[in-house]
């Protein structure tokens, strides 16, 4: 198995490919030229006025996830840093990445306080607790004996693989909350980010592409470790409250079983080839592991869509009220 230095200088050249193409193809835009300022008015200190009516509620809630998502991104930024101390073109990326996923909490938070959809005191309570909570090798899906002397999981392979799965699905939560946004100004906002995150998600997926082909084996470990264990960085430490909004997103079918099996993990599956992939030992146990989890997907998926997306919907597995959350905790 080729050390972590080692895998970071060969993947080098790759890296530096991937970089490039992401300045050609990423688009520079300006949060403050995307949000309406014009509808905005001065929160009162005691009670925040706040009217979240004016969009579906599944895609208030999106919005809160979406924007404690991006909040939490500071936090794997710091632990990609920890990886790329020794390598240039990985820091140059990391950082590029992270200026990048700012721009995405600024514009959301700032949309949400002009439009009063969500109480600006819940947001700023959740999001000093997701950021402050940061991120620990559990939330990666690694066991405590295999962290190592500085608390981290071995690889950063998995750090590509969790941040892949991330952007995919993060970029499907915003093109698909746009798609049922009533206000423009909310759609284009959205349409913006998705679009970052696709190319994101192409840098991310590309370099976990080039670890199979470098060192398939730990790849493949990597991949099984992170896969099975996938949740979403605005949900990272279970925060209190959030429970109920992934529901509803997952009811609306912005984000749900149906999506993360469909749209997620059958692409990456394919790109990444995980079930033909040539590995070996405990590899291939992995290997093995991961078919079994997508088949465990696929059940899930169906057992979803008969629930919640055919003409009857009257499962109560999902029914939580999500309306209390869009107030104060
Ligand atoms: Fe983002
Ligand atoms: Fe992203």
């Not at 240039?88 to 959301?108: C, G, I, K, P």
């Not at 607790?129 to 990666?140: C, I, Q």
């Not at 002397?149 to 699905?169: C, D, K, N, R």
């Not at 040539?278 to 989890?293: K, M, N, T, Y």
């Amino acid at each position: 198995m080729i050390s972590q230095s080692g895998l970071l200088d060969e993947i080098s050249p790759v890296l530096e490919d991937l970089l490039n193409i992401h300045y050609e193809r990423s688009v520079s835009w300006t949060p403050a030229l995307v949000v309406p300022w014009g509808r905005g008015r001065d929160f009162t200190d005691d009670e925040p006025d706040v009217d979240y009516t004016t969009e579906e509620s599944a895609v208030v809630s999106s919005l809160m996830l979406n924007t404690l998502a991006e909040d939490n991104i500071v936090s794997f930024g710091i632990t990609a840093d920890r990886w790329a101390s020794h390598d240039d073109v990985h820091r140059t990326w990391v950082n590029r990445w992270a200026a990048e996923e700012q721009r995405h909490s600024f514009a959301l938070r700032s949309y949400l306080s002009v439009s009063r959809l969500v109480d600006p005191v819940w947001l700023e309570q959740t999001r000093m607790a997701a950021v402050s909570a940061g991120v620990k090798a559990e939330d990666f899906g690694f066991q405590s004996t295999d962290i190592d002397a500085v608390g981290m999981p071995p690889g950063v392979v998995s750090l590509w693989v969790y941040q892949t799965v991330q952007e995919a699905a993060t970029q499907l939560s915003h093109s698909r909350t746009a798609r049922l946004a009533r206000d423009p100004s909310l759609r284009r906002l959205c349409g913006l980010m998705a679009g970052d995150e696709g190319h994101h998600k192409r840098m991310l997926s590309g370099l976990v592409k080039a670890s199979m082909e470098i060192d398939p084996n730990a790849t493949m470990l990597s991949a099984e470790a992170i896969i099975r264990q996938f949740h979403m960085p605005g949900m990272v430490g279970g925060l209190p409250g959030t429970r109920s909004l992934v529901v509803e997103v997952a009811k609306a079918d912005i984000l749900s079983p149906r999506v993360h099996t469909d749209l997620v993990l059958e692409p990456l599956y394919r790109e990444w080839e995980l079930l033909t992939e040539s590995v070996h030992g405990d590899a291939a146990r992995a290997q093995d592991e991961l078919g079994e989890f997508l088949e465990g997907q696929r059940r899930r998926r169906d057992r979803f869509v008969s629930r919640h997306l055919s003409a009857d919907t009257s499962s109560g597995h999902f029914d939580t009220d999500c309306a209390d959350m869009k107030g104060r905790s």
